[in-house]
């Protein structure tokens, strides 16, 4: 910056050291009124600081602060975008792609909607009963016919229900999920491809949650199954959220296609940007306009030092994947504690033993609330998921049904430190359920 020679900056920008500094102590105590998404004993939600490396980078581009719509807007940040998308689309093993980074998962499902709705305009999209919310909302922005596919015993899509769909032709696009918001469940991605290219219909894999377990899914015991991220490499299109396993502040989504023809629905042109040069702009290829240079630094200068490896980012995952399997097992050899389903990621489920869902609920209810309310040194933070007796029993579960539905216990296990609690965190809900055994 310094090299363009100094400037007075103006007047109007000027604020006094004093307020500064009473305004950020303002800002520190406000911000004392939050979680601690940090600490490992916080597995409530899918939320962790980014790392250091995604601060440094983010932070050393905010500066200057590129738009990366345009080349005239980001030219250095924009290359860094082209080198990390195309980085995300090797992890996939997509051999041709066409993709940039968004401001959410959701703005990048979006994009992949459209093509879909470009593509098959009077086609609907089909996805699973527990596909997150935002492609049944996507849909209807969209005015596409939006179809969910009921789930089977382990919340994953019924494919018997999705071939009768699929005989119809109504349908243009499945959206298989590789890894649920709700539970961390995997489609049978290779089997969704199999079954929709029999029909001739597209298939689009929302991995935002998911999408990194590729580096781990070689069948270990530490791993997860790798059929259904190999098989994203056959699909038309993939999601990813660098801000969540990726390690990248909010908000950092990435769309990849695997045709590079699909440019063809974002054409447009602007009579006064893309002058400086004829390479592609990010801006040409986007729904957005706008959008932070600084999150593609904050991402190239994080898989510089923690590439898409197994060894590199991949042996960030296994810490968490190891973490759900040995506090699955510490609840199968329970009697206070269940496990509503085996994890397949990061994801664990569980609930109190009790008869009625009455009583699930307000135990669960009662860990949630009572875990916060402890002293900082040893609160715990888990988060709830709403089941109803049906979905109990299809997991063997058999619980008196006296509510239409009930709370039991979900951990989002995505910190590495979190492995080294394991033991810990279970003793800790035993204990808290303790309190509500003679209520």
């Not at 050393?60 to 195309?86: C, I, Q, Y």
């Not at 004829?278 to 898989?303: F, K, N, P, Q, V």
Request: proline share 6%; aromatic share 8%; net charge negative.
């Amino acid at each position: 910056m310094s090299e363009y020679g100094g400037f007075a900056p103006h007047p109007s920008l000027d604020v006094e050291a004093d307020a500064l500094e009473q305004a950020t102590a303002e800002l520190r105590a406000r911000l004392r009124d939050n979680y601690p998404f940090f600490h490992p004993r916080y597995v409530g939600q899918m939320l962790k600081p980014p790392h250091p490396a995604a601060v440094i980078g983010y932070v050393t581009a905010m500066l200057n602060n590129p738009n990366n719509h345009a080349l005239d807007g980001g030219p250095a940040t924009a290359r860094m975008e082209k080198e990390v998308v195309s980085q995300l689309a090797a992890m996939f093993g997509f051999d041709q792609h066409l993709g940039h980074l968004t401001s959410s998962g959701t703005i990048a499902n979006l994009e992949a909607l459209f093509v879909a709705r470009q593509t098959h305009p009077d086609k609907a999209v089909a996805y699973s009963a527990d596909a997150h919310y935002t492609h049944a909302r996507m849909c209807h922005l969209l005015g596409l016919k939006g179809i969910a596919v009921p789930t089977t015993a382990d919340g994953t899509m019924d494919l018997q229900r999705l071939e009768e769909l699929l005989r119809s032709g109504g349908i243009g696009t499945v959206v298989a999920t590789a890894g649920t918001t709700g539970l961390g469940a995997v489609d049978p991605v290779h089997e969704i491809v199999a079954l929709c290219r029999r029909y001739g219909v597209r298939v689009h894999v929302d991995a935002a949650y998911g999408g990194f377990f590729r580096l781990i899914a070689d069948d270990s015991s530490d791993g997860v199954a790798a059929a259904p991220f190999i098989a994203i490499a056959e699909c038309d299109s993939v999601v990813i959220d660098p801000h969540k396993h990726g390690l990248q502040p909010y908000g950092c989504g990435a769309v990849l296609f695997n045709d590079p023809d699909v440019a063809r629905h974002y054409l447009h042109d602007s009579p006064y940007t893309y002058f400086t040069s004829d390479e592609l702009h990010l801006g040409e290829i986007s729904l957005e306009c706008s959008r932070a240079g600084a999150a593609a630094a904050a991402l190239w200068l994080t898989l510089r030092l923690l590439p898409l490896t197994p060894d590199g980012l991949g042996a960030v995952l296994r810490p968490g994947r190891r973490a759900a399997m040995a506090w699955a097992e510490h609840i199968e050899a329970s009697e206070q504690l269940n496990l509503y389903q085996r994890p397949q990621l990061d994801i664990l489920s569980y609930y109190p033993t009790r008869d009625r869902l009455s009583e699930i609920d307000r135990a669960s209810t009662h860990v949630l609330t009572r875990g916060m309310q402890l002293p900082s040194e040893r609160s715990l933070f888990v988060a709830t998921y709403t089941v109803d007796a049906a979905a109990l029993a299809a997991r063997g579960h058999h619980v008196q049904a006296d509510l239409p539905h009930g709370r039991i216990l979900r951990s989002v296990l995505m910190k590495p430190e979190t492995e080294h609690y394991v033991s810990s965190l279970h003793q800790q809900v035993l204990g808290l359920l303790s309190e509500t055994v003679d209520q």
